[in-house]
């Protein structure tokens, strides 16, 4: 199978029959792929769950991760939870997913029931949930994944039972509120919305009993791909895996018309029509997108001037300023968007690309494979569920690094301009007054160190992941020395960008992370961090530091920062990899010129 | 559509859902003689069925059938 063949399969809207048709063969293709990461995911079914854990397998695969799975047997997702020597303790999973339905409220209320009585069939269906939830948080503190409910397939009260105490509906909803105020509460708790995605489905259509009494499945087979899409969109964002930046098309995408053919009065924005309004609400999702944290550029064969021009209309939502990367030219656009990831120094996997034209939409398919492109047609009123179905940007949380990414993306540019009226680079980093805090793991930046963590792939010395309950243990155990970085300079704040953190054994400090986000490269905050390391490290009587560099697909910029940093190469042949000592029992000068660092 | 046409589009249908090119289907191949077809590809192939032939089958039609000829004539019902 050739790879556009493949990534066919995995381009939104998705097709359910030919996912499911097709499946043996996609996972004997995209198991070939090198790097995945392997994961253990416990599959806890309230139902089956077989056709779920193949599909959920290939969206993971997709993204670059191997799951190995452990799957309950039929309806024991309690009991696998409460006594765990039935093997889900020796398994050590790293997710749970959760797979429950409204088939598993054991009893709904009767009509005849007091209000009492239905206050504890509540408590009952909580209860058995929260304590499956506390269960694997002492247990496994590993993030869980659960279903809420979808709407029930018959109403006795018709619509009273969206609000009388007796209503499944009523029932169900309530249900679903607490599981959404339980998932705001834990950490490690993330809703999977099968509300939502079975309201989408169709909930006819969803309720497919036959399926139901013939092989146990709560859904309709064909809203398993979807169901399983959903999981591993939640799955990916635990990872950082989610995409970063969309980069969008002007004429016909962003509004109605050729801006080159039409000229400004011509193109279609504002309320004047429904046409430009539905532009208009397009660019009010973008806008909303990019507020929460994802990245917009423009990617549009035009002259740049007529190209700039279009966001001088007055009905216009977005500006310029916007966007993090703009070009408009008559280059190809896959050449094009290769200059935006590398102008944003983010890796041209974490794009997504949206274009009217079907033809430009096949180019960059076929020749930037890596990037993501929907089929957007060419309907401006399906532009936004198509994008919003699509589950690219998903997060797990949404933090204040999130909100203000693309100001520090903004403020960039500006550095770079200012950078070409310095006689030397190293004037220009003495004019931006940098100012660098740096200190140990806390708890309020512990979201954020995860996260960047596990997204970081270029400047990443051994590309580690962890969980938060890893990086929280991490915090809180001795035996490390734990460090993040955060970055001001005189165009704003950077934000929390780098993460160091080593293991104490005996007399030397073994470095297990360093990565830095790339949005401060060549600033020298890596010596910054590396004299805090080694300060930190002299407290604790230490003599060494031992560093280690792990080749990836991506992080060959960091190949040589041990040696630039002093560090000399030690051969351990065991490892797969370079292995890096630094002495500092003697007198240790701070390598860092240009920032300084709060005490 | 003729039997030889719908056993053609079951074998496409087969040979995709079990990823195995070499199948052949006869009107006497049950399932003890295609090794992958196991009770959860056997719901993929339903699956698949119906949508290869546009058709939906009901609770009625999914008892058990014995051989591939029984599933011809099902098909052939349902389309005809």
């Not at chain 1, 399906?382 to 933090?399: C, M, P, Q």
């Not at chain 1, 002299?538 to 910029?557: C, D, F, H, R, W």
Request: charged share 25%; glycine share 6%; proline share 3%.
């Amino acid at each position: 199978m050739a790879s556009d063949t493949l990534e066919q399969y995995f381009s939104y809207p998705l097709n359910p029959h030919a996912l499911l048709r097709k499946k043996k063969a996609l996972r004997r293709e995209l198991s070939k792929r090198p790097d995945l990461a392997e994961k253990r995911v416990a599959m806890l079914g309230g139902s089956t769950t077989a056709e779920i854990r193949d599909m959920l397998e290939l969206f993971l695969l997709h993204a670059g991760i191997r799951p190995v799975f452990y799957e309950s047997e039929y309806n024991r997702y309690y009991e696998e939870v409460m006594f765990p020597e039935n093997g889900l303790r020796e398994f050590d999973p790293e997710i749970i997913s959760i797979h429950t339905t409204s088939a598993n409220i054991l009893q709904f209320p009767s009509v005849s029931d007091t209000a009492e009585t239905v206050d504890g069939l509540f408590s009952g269906v909580m209860n058995r949930f929260t304590d499956v939830w506390n269960r694997i948080e002492q247990e496994y503190g590993c993030p869980v994944i659960q279903n809420n409910f979808e709407l029930p397939h018959y109403r006795l009260l018709g619509n009273l039972d969206a609000y009388d105490i007796h209503g499944r509906t009523a029932f169900i909803n309530q249900l679903n509120h607490r599981f959404a105020e339980e998932a705001r509460r834990r950490r490690n708790l993330f809703l999977n919305d099968i509300n939502y995605l079975a309201a989408w489905f169709g909930l006819e259509r969803w309720h497919d009993r036959l399926f139901w009494y013939s092989y146990k499945y709560a859904m309709n087979y064909e809203a398993i791909p979807l169901l399983a899409d959903s999981i591993a969109s939640i799955i990916k964002g635990i990872y950082g895996r989610t995409k970063k930046c969309l980069v969008l098309d002007l004429d016909n995408t962003l509004w109605g018309g050729v801006i080159g053919d039409d000229g400004l009065q011509g193109i279609r924005i504002g309320k004047e029509t429904p046409e430009a309004e539905a532009y208009t609400e397009f660019q009010q999702f973008l806008k909303e997108l990019k507020e929460r944290g994802i990245l917009l550029a423009v990617c549009s064969k035009n002259d740049e001037e007529n190209a700039r021009e279009g966001f001088t209309h007055p009905d216009m939502v977005l500006s310029l300023g916007d966007f993090a990367a703009f070009a408009a030219n008559w280059q190809p656009k896959h050449e094009n968007i290769r200059s935006i990831a590398s102008t944003l120094n983010i890796g041209i996997d974490s794009l997504v690309f949206a274009d009217d034209n079907p033809a430009e939409r096949e180019i960059v398919r076929a020749q930037a494979p890596s990037v993501t492109v929907p089929e957007l047609g060419c309907d401006v009123t399906k532009y936004i569920a198509i994008l919003d179905r699509t589950g690219l940007f998903e997060s797990v949380s949404v933090n204040a690094d999130d909100l203000e990414r693309n100001r520090f993306y903004t403020g960039n540019a500006d550095r770079a301009r200012e950078q070409e009226q310095y006689a030397s680079y190293d004037d220009f980093l003495r004019s931006l007054d940098m100012v660098a805090e740096i200190a140990p793991f806390s708890s309020i930046y512990l979201d954020r160190i995860a996260q960047l963590t596990n997204k970081t792939n270029q400047f990443n010395l051994t590309t580690k992941r962890y969980t938060l309950p890893e990086m929280q243990a991490m915090m809180d155990d001795k035996r490390y020395i734990t460090l993040y970085g955060r970055l001001n300079d005189r165009f704003g704040e950077n934000g929390l960008i780098s993460v160091m953190a080593g293991t104490i054994k005996g007399v030397e400090l073994h470095i297990d992370l360093w990565l830095m986000s790339c949005r401060v490269l060549k600033r020298g905050m890596e010596a910054a961090m590396l004299d805090r390391l080694v300060s930190k490290a002299k407290e604790q009587g230490l003599s060494g530091i031992v560093g280690y560099y792990y080749p990836t697909a991506k992080n060959s910029m960091v190949r040589e920062l041990f040696f630039d940093m002093g560090f000399s190469r030690i051969d351990i042949p065991e490892v797969d990899g370079t292995v890096w000592h630094l002495d500092i029992s003697g007198n240790y000068s701070n390598k860092n010129l240009f920032i300084k660092v709060k005490p | 559509m003729t039997t030889e046409e719908i056993l053609g589009r079951m074998t496409d249908v087969f040979r995709d859902v079990l990823d195995n090119d070499a199948i052949e289907l006869s009107r006497e191949t049950t399932a003890n003689d295609i090794e992958e077809w196991d009770s959860l590809a056997h719901i993929n192939i339903i699956v698949a069925i119906e949508q290869e032939f546009s058709l939906r089958f009901d609770l009625i039609d999914i008892k058990p059938l014995r051989n591939i000829g029984e599933f011809v004539d099902l098909i052939e019902r349902k389309t005809s």
